[in-house]
């Protein structure tokens, strides 16, 4: 949207179309009679808006029959908000609205009136070189309206990541060591170090497991466990399994596996 409020700044009329309501597409058409990279980002569109009436088109309740195993499924669901900026967001998601832009400001006389904003000697390839950032990032894990069957629930990539890490472990999950706090002089010995290391894991497997779904976590709360003593900061996280929520929290210190002096 941004973008696109740049490139309509002072356009020309001839440039922006006597009759078009869709002025960047009558830019971005102009553009691409000349440009040849332009140009293909025209063929692009014309293909997603053909596709997008084709499904405007369809009756209600065939779409979820098409959705396993056929062409149809491939078709990229646009949202109202990615139609509106289709141009602009293709040639992002192409890596390409930097060059457009770039060219623009390079012919801009052709385009604009001397205010324009891309008109501007600096102004303009600001904005182009802005744009080479954006136009550089990989584009293809947008959340679509089927994501809900393509990406994996949160309890099967906890599976996942178990099955690959039995054949690195010795130990099993279900041996691990009672959770415990016992006051002890740090002085980097070995058995010290696999007892932090094993702390580790149990804090780590206790806040996230397939058995319940974390669903707030706070680093740095403060808790007094009595009235004498200082408050201990900790992690507070709030689980929610089949049948209930759980609020939890763990030290710091245990939770990076170093109790140092503390009892």
Not at 123 to 134: D, K, R
Not at 199 to 220: D, F, I, M, P, W
Not at 243 to 260: A, C, E, F, I, R
Request: proline letters at 5%; hydrophobic letters at 35%; charged letters at 25%.
């Amino acid at each position: 949207g941004v973008v696109e409020a740049c490139l309509l700044h002072m356009l020309k009329r001839r440039a922006a179309g006597f009759l078009r309501t869709d002025k960047v597409a009558a830019l971005f058409t102009k553009v691409g009679k000349t440009y040849a990279i332009a140009g293909d980002i025209c063929k692009k569109v014309q293909e997603l808006q053909q596709q997008v009436e084709g499904r405007k088109n369809q009756p209600n309740g065939q779409e979820p029959l098409k959705r396993q195993g056929s062409a149809t499924s491939k078709m990229p669901v646009l949202t109202p908000q990615a139609i509106k900026h289709m141009w602009v967001r293709t040639a992002l998601i192409e890596k390409v609205l930097d060059k457009i832009v770039q060219y623009i400001v390079d012919n801009c006389s052709k385009y604009y009136e001397k205010e324009a904003l891309l008109a501007d000697p600096v102004c303009g390839p600001i904005l182009a070189s802005l744009l080479v950032g954006p136009c550089a990032l990989e584009y293809t894990k947008l959340k679509t309206a089927d994501h809900y069957w393509t990406d994996p629930s949160a309890d099967e990539l906890v599976q996942r990541h178990r099955i690959h890490g039995v054949h690195g472990r010795q130990d099993s999950p279900s041996k691990r060591p009672a959770l415990g706090i016992r006051k002890r002089h740090s002085s980097g010995s070995t058995s010290e170090d696999r007892f932090a290391a094993s702390a580790r894991e149990y804090v780590e497997s206790l806040h996230q497991n397939s058995r319940t779904h974390l669903l707030y976590g706070k680093n740095n709360v403060l808790v007094q466990p009595k009235d004498d003593l200082e408050a201990i900061p900790g992690y507070l996280s709030l689980h929610q399994s089949a049948d209930s929520l759980t609020l939890k929290w763990t030290p710091n210190q245990l939770m990076n596996g170093t109790l140092g002096d503390s009892e």
